[in-house]
């Protein structure tokens, strides 16, 4: 008996080995099957072959990580990730799964955890660049300007003649205004790139945006302008600097040679009238405008300077009409409501200025400026209910306006309204308090004696 049992049990350990050892057989031909569909681009089948090897060899690393990289581009981003958490309980310091996982994390909108994978990253292997530069981008993201400088810093430090790298830093600092650092980086970035056209009219949009910058933003566009004699925005931005240097009668001729060279460059001719305008000369700067509109008729500071010489004229019929002309081709542009309804109330056409403020809230409910123009010409029709409607949305966005606080004061009077009158009065009642306390303050701390204290 107990032999017949022994026989039992060696028959059963024979199947299990057997059948262990067809599975170690079977477990590579799984994964190259699996890998064969991958590189042939058949998603579905190697993702089913990789989960039918990963049912058999379920701690099977490079398994995991390229069913992720599947998962993740058939739209299965929830499976992707937890692969690659599989894959980090394996070997939690792999460079590879870290950098995957923080990757799908940050594509998938999980921004501060994915923050957490590239850091590991950068304690593993202190050099590895690509993951500050995607620590950089995610804090960026976050709008947590001082990590993401912190992470620019160190990425151009282990990478100081890496050029594209060096941009990618000086357009960063560049769009947190820190200037100084971005044009230090940026005059690394043309040490390495001297010749690349778009990288020197770059860094003249750098000096220009500077504001202190104006001669040397001139000369790098004339850099531009040697390394492109047709670079026509380049062109357009020296005239533009020389304005500002109030050097009319140069700009005036660098204007000219632009539209010379590209009668189609509308912005020039805008230009060319504002300068003829300077000198008083409005039907020179009439032609001007036509000639930029001509170029191209969807450049609305065109028709807006010709609205403004209308103004000017007291023309406000002919000055609403180059607005409605704005409106017709960009009918979610604010201003020109704005502008519309102004000109219609000097008209004195009241409903006509109410339909353009409500045009104007139509596109922006939530506008200050269009709330502010509409409650002030109810307050001035004396429709007060409406009046208060829109000056109580303007407090919510402002609630400084003292202005408008003693509007809705006297409105709610009117109104019998004398809790919000009381309100309001107490609100101007305060900023008028508030205004005597810093006059006095003032005095006060102009008669303080002098500390003019020498050390020696």
């Known amino acids: 008996m107990y032999k017949v049992k022994n026989l039992i049990y060696l028959k059963l350990l024979l199947g299990a080995l057997f059948l262990k050892y067809n599975l170690l057989l079977a477990a590579p031909v799984l994964f190259e099957n699996a890998y064969h569909y991958q590189q042939k681009k058949q998603f579905t089948k190697a993702i089913q072959s990789y989960r039918n090897f990963l049912n058999k060899s379920p701690q099977h690393f490079q398994a995991l990580i390229n069913v992720s990289y ?6 299965n981003q929830d499976q992707a990730i937890a692969d690659l958490e599989h894959a980090l309980k394996i070997r939690p310091f792999s460079i590879e799964a870290n950098y995957n996982l923080g ?26 660049s690509d993951s500050y530069l995607q620590l950089m981008d995610l804090f960026d993201k976050l709008k947590l300007p001082d990590q993401a400088i912190k992470y620019a810093l160190i990425l151009e430090k282990q990478n100081p003649a890496e050029w594209k790298y060096l941009i990618i830093i000086s357009r960063l600092l560049r769009k947190y205004k820190n200037y100084s650092e971005s044009e230090r980086v940026m005059w690394k970035v043309l040490q390495y790139a001297s010749g690349n056209l778009e990288l020197n009219y770059e860094y003249g949009g750098l000096l220009d945006e500077m504001g202190n910058r104006i001669e040397s933003a001139i000369a790098q566009y004339r850099n531009v302008l040697y390394l492109d004699p047709n670079h026509h925005d380049a062109h357009y931005k020296l005239a533009l600097n ?14 000219h040679l632009l539209v010379k060279k590209d009668p189609q460059y509308a912005k020039a001719w805008v230009q060319l009238a504002h300068l003829a305008r300077l000198k008083n000369n409005n039907k020179e700067c009439l032609d001007y405008l036509e000639r930029a509109i001509t170029a191209n008729p969807m450049e609305i500071s065109a028709y807006e300077n010709k609205a403004m010489i209308y103004v000017d004229d007291e023309k406000y019929d002919l000055a609403a009409h180059q607005f409605h002309l704005i409106s017709n081709f960009k009918p979610n542009y604010e201003k020109a409501y704005l502008f519309k309804g102004w000109l ?24 200050l400026n269009s709330n502010l123009a509409i409650a002030d010409l109810y307050y001035q029709l004396k429709n007060h209910p409406l009046a208060v ?22 409105s709610y009077l009117i109104l019998n309204r004398l809790d919000r009158a009381k309100y309001y009065i107490d609100r101007v009642a305060k900023g008028i308090a ?5 006059k006095s303050l003032e005095i006060e701390i102009k008669r303080l004696p002098s500390s003019d204290v020498t050390m020696e």
Do not use: C
């Open 344 to 367: 219609y109330q000097k008209l004195e056409k009241y409903q006509l200025a109410i339909y353009e403020y409500k045009k104007a809230l139509s596109y922006y409910p939530d506008s």
């Open 389 to 410: 409607t829109h000056y109580e949305k303007v407090m919510e966005f402002d609630p400084h306006k003292r202005e408008v606080a003693y509007r809705l004061a006297d």
């Open 70 to 75: 599947l998962e993740y581009t058939s739209g």
């Open 434 to 438: 508030e205004d005597e306390r810093k």
């Open 242 to 255: 020389l304005e500002k240097l109030k050097k009319w009668k140069e700009a005036e001729t660098q204007y």
């Open 103 to 128: 990757l799908v994390l940050k594509l998938s909108g999980q921004l501060h955890l994915s923050t957490t994978y590239f850091e590991a990253i950068t304690k593993i292997r202190k050099n590895h």
